[in-house]
């Protein structure tokens, strides 16, 4: 956010876009996602590119429609969760994204 306080007028704040930050947390079934996170880390080590992907995202709306998004350029991180041995493990994928358009 950008702020201007001009001497001849009244103060003017500018919003300027700055990305899209998130995140989703999901019952651990397989490997999938430690998978996915290790091949990203993987082939930023082994060749030095930053894998990047898209996310979308479905709304149901109160009037019975869905609204879809699709999150671009999305980069994500997998935190750190907890591990028990008897119980369901939920892993927290952060992420961000450049930019959010609306699909439908």
Known sequence: MQRATP???????FNTPGGWRGSFTIARADATLDSL?????????????????????????P?????????SSVSMTLQSDRWESEGIVQQTVQFFASTRTRVS
């Not at 001497?7 to 704040?13: D, S």
């Not at 009037?63 to 999150?71: K, R």
């Open 37 to 61: 996170i290790a091949s990203i880390e993987s082939q930023f080590w082994n060749a030095g590119t930053i894998g990047s992907g898209t996310l979308y995202q479905y709304i149901s709306e």
């Open 7 to 13: 001497l001849n007028g009244v103060p003017v704040e």
């Open 63 to 71: 009037d019975g429609t869905t609204s879809t998004w699709e999150f």
